[in-house]
């Protein structure tokens, strides 16, 4: 993941290339084995969607993690996750997806 910063007019400019909005709901949890993590709430097509984020501050502490169950299933590698093809998702082909992952 990287962040770029950019100014009004790039934003502007690039914003109208979107195929469309992705929008969802961020809420910041007290830390769980002492790492903070982030529940995203999506909404529009992907209200069945929701996702924890959980950044490490590196690859130890990362190893040393013992994910929760109610953290549900690991989606990182899962191209089908990334934010370009969830942008793009149709209603029908997000009822899909659901299907195939659970």
């Known amino acids: 993941e990287d962040?770029?910063?950019?100014?009004?007019?790039?934003?502007?400019?690039?914003?109208?290339?979107?195929?469309c909005?992705?929008?969802?709901?961020r809420y910041s949890y007290a830390p769980c084995q002492g790492i903070l993590y982030d529940i995203d709430v999506f909404e529009w097509n992907l209200t069945w969607l929701i996702m924890i984020?959980?950044?490490?501050?590196?690859?130890?502490?990362?190893?040393?993690?013992v994910v929760p169950d109610f953290f549900g299933k690991e989606l990182t590698q899962d191209k089908r996750f990334a934010w370009g093809v969830l942008a793009q998702m149709g209603e029908i082909d997000a009822k899909k997806l659901l299907k195939e992952i659970y």
Do not use: G, N
């Open 53 to 65: 984020d959980v950044e490490f501050a590196d690859e130890s502490v990362m190893k040393d993690f």
């Open 21 to 25: 909005i992705l929008k969802k709901k």
């Open 3 to 19: 962040t770029i910063l950019i100014d009004k007019d790039e934003f502007d400019y690039l914003f109208t290339y979107l195929p």
